[in-house]
């Protein structure tokens, strides 16, 4: 049976605007097609014919997606050649179908996963250097990137066919994405829950099928990330466990080379597989498939874009597929991922699309406003004012040295943020006027410094109370950048004053409400809810905690959720162990309320919420979604969002 051809993406694929008029796209994008039909028909009389080319790929010269592949693959050359040596294929028909078994044996194609005549193998897709230069290319600009033949060879037979797991729900928007990451670079885009890591899994398993000698890259950003993927992968597809591997950053270079060499299917950190392309520990040549997950990071220097460079400097053919809930808030930050990982396709679906909604349950977003001044919370909110008069009485002589050197404009001291502080003492830097000398520059140097923290400070105030900015206060006060303020007495004074009314046992009317938040809420579900509480900062996670931890503990059961690193005198950095102890315990029961960091929001398998609480609203998009969509999957769920009035 013929294969349709695959279905056109869902979305317009962002394109960009090339200057290279010399070259004749249309004409290479015709020889491309031309070339895989002849692959196509060598293959097998019933296999499928190939794609047809996309409209945005045949338009005229000068238009293009970036990514486009600008060669015909080696694979296609060498079945060519192969095939001309053999004299006519001698036609066969496709092998029966079969599921794929649960437990992972490998097996012929499934009902409606029809034979794929010559898959598109791993291509590069590497575009030209000229559209990436400054990104660390050592190739001259002007020289185009032609891939290297694949060092593994292509299993043709299992090539003809491409397999999809039945023993699972059938879902058409992940079936469509499959077909489409296979045959192309792409970057797929689901929001929380709805299976991407299935998507990944069944790439992985038909690369693994189609190149008995090739190896597959699965990379996460975190460590619990790629313990959870490996589980995930395991339980969807049959990929031999003696064939994969956990490549952790702490086994020596030896043993990691031995591992490179003798496994096939590896989960690794993005950190750990560049140190190991840079130093040639890994096999670069046999590479076919890369995945990348939580793919919105791959900007800059991160180590996913280095990864690519990296490989794209090797010229290694091969398969790159991006996974991410979020890719960006704005078409240029979404085009960098696309340009970073060296993207074709671009496939997403969001929760209104209808291929997707029969699948979310009814979520509601409900808006919580906390006032400081309010009578109900009086007189935290007289005791957070007293602490902010202080500290603008610290930052107006500051503000009056930056102003008489004409460094900064006359607005109100109550209307700077931090960030619009760093922006024009960078610009200070790069430019200072020349009539100021040379001591006074140290001098305005200094005070951006102090205004930076100062208005930090106040930030944390005014959006999470007294204790959130003391705590902040006291994790950095011995670091070298706080000496500016150590021994100012007024800003001495503010730290007193902040100390005096926490010895009160005053809290937040955030953390007030939260409580009565959750109180309500398992009054009323007291068996088997869950719920998570995202704070942004370390010292809002402790305070919630301590507040929490003073309600009944058969009702209200809490524990921290927060990534590695031990920074200050603050809450301690939990380890990997201790991240995975905890989840176990959040998924038995024994915890109810998650009080999470950032890390939480990240693809991480938490389990579903019945009830997601944003302890700060002042967050980005991307953030806002990835926490939202920890609830409302299976089950309708709530998310409440607390802010203070005036907050940003």
């Known amino acids: 049976m013929a294969a349709p051809p695959p279905p056109p993406p869902l979305h317009p694929a962002i394109i960009i605007d090339d200057d290279d008029d010399d070259f004749d796209w249309e004409a290479a994008v015709q020889e491309i097609d031309r070339r895989c039909a002849l692959a196509s028909s060598s293959a097998a009389s019933e296999s499928a014919p190939p794609p047809e080319p996309s409209a945005a790929a045949a338009a005229a010269a000068g238009t293009r997606q970036l990514t486009l592949d600008r060669f015909v693959d ?90 999809y797991p039945t023993n699972v729900q059938v879902r058409e928007y992940q079936k469509k994405f499959v077909e489409k990451a296979l045959f192309t670079n792409t970057l797929v885009a689901l929001p929380t829950g709805l299976g991407k890591t299935f998507i990944a899994a069944v790439v992985m398993y038909n690369y693994f099928r189609w ?244 208005y930090g400070i106040m930030k944390m105030l005014l959006s999470y109370g007294i204790k959130a900015a003391h705590q902040s206060i006291e994790a950095k006060y011995k670091e070298g950048s706080w000496k500016v303020l150590t021994r100012n007495n007024t800003f001495l004074e503010v730290k007193k004053t902040m100390e005096n009314f926490l010895s009160q046992g005053i809290l937040s009317p955030k953390v007030r409400t939260l409580v009565e938040v959750l109180l309500d809420h398992f009054r009323k579900n007291p068996k088997d809810s869950r719920v998570i509480i995202f704070a942004h900062y370390r010292e809002c996670v402790k305070e919630i905690l301590c507040s929490l931890r003073n309600i009944d503990g058969e009702l209200v059961r809490p524990a921290a959720f927060i990534g590695q690193s031990s920074t200050g005198d603050q809450l301690k950095g939990q380890t990997q162990k201790m991240q995975q102890a905890i989840l176990h315990k959040f998924r038995s029961g024994e915890y109810n309320i998650l009080v999470a960091t950032s890390i939480g929001e990240e693809g991480l398998d938490i389990m579903e919420v019945d009830l997601v609480v944003c302890f700060d609203a002042n967050i980005s998009a991307l953030r806002m979604i990835q926490r939202m969509g920890r609830t409302g999957r299976k089950n309708e769920g709530r998310v409440d969002i607390l802010f203070l009035v005036g907050e940003n």
Not at 107 to 132: C, M, Q, Y
Not at 219 to 224: L, S
Not at 316 to 336: D, E, W
Request: hydrophobic share 35%.
């Open 211 to 454: 190149f008995p000698e090739g190896k597959i890259v699965f990379t996460a950003p975190t460590r619990p990330l790629v313990t959870q993927q490996i589980e995930a992968c395991h339980n969807t597809v049959g990929i031999p466990q003696e064939w994969t591997i956990d490549l952790k950053g702490n086994l020596s270079p030896s043993k990691r080379s031995c591992f490179w060499k003798s496994k096939r299917v590896f989960f690794v950190t993005p950190q750990v597989l560049q140190n190991d392309i840079q130093s040639g520990i890994c096999m670069v040549n046999q590479l076919v498939c890369l995945v990348i997950d939580e793919a919105h990071r791959a900007s800059r220097n991160y180590a996913y874009c280095v990864v690519v460079r990296e490989l794209e400097a090797a010229r290694v053919p091969l398969r790159i597929l991006a996974l991410t809930a979020t890719p960006g808030s704005k078409q240029p930050a979404i085009q960098n991922v696309i340009n970073n990982l060296r993207i074709s396709e671009l496939v997403h679906c969001d929760e209104s699309d209808p291929e997707v909604s029969r699948y979310i349950q009814r979520r509601t977003v409900e808006p919580l406003e906390v006032c400081m001044d309010s009578d109900k919370f009086i007189p935290v909110g007289d005791e957070a004012e007293q602490v902010n008069d202080k500290l603008l009485d610290v930052i107006r002589p500051h503000l009056v040295k930056l102003r008489s050197a004409r460094v900064i404009d006359h607005r109100d001291a109550s209307n700077w943020s931090p960030h619009q502080l760093r922006m024009l003492k960078d610009k200070f830097d790069q430019a200072p006027p020349p009539n100021i000398p040379l001591a006074d520059k140290k001098e305005i140097g200094i005070s951006f410094q102090a205004l930076t923290l100062l």
């Open 74 to 163: 080696s694979f296609t050359r060498r079945r060519q050649m192969a095939a001309m040596e053999r004299g006519p294929p001698v036609p066969a028909s496709p092998p029966a179908a079969a599921p794929i078994l649960p437990s992972g044996a490998r097996g012929p194609p499934v009902p409606g996963s029809p034979p794929a005549a010559a898959p598109v193998p791993p291509s590069g897709g590497w575009g030209r250097p000229s559209d990436r230069a400054g990104e660390g290319c050592s190739r001259r600009a002007d020289e185009d990137v032609v891939p290297k033949p694949c060092a593994v060879a292509l299993d043709h037979e299992a090539a003809r066919t491409w397999i």
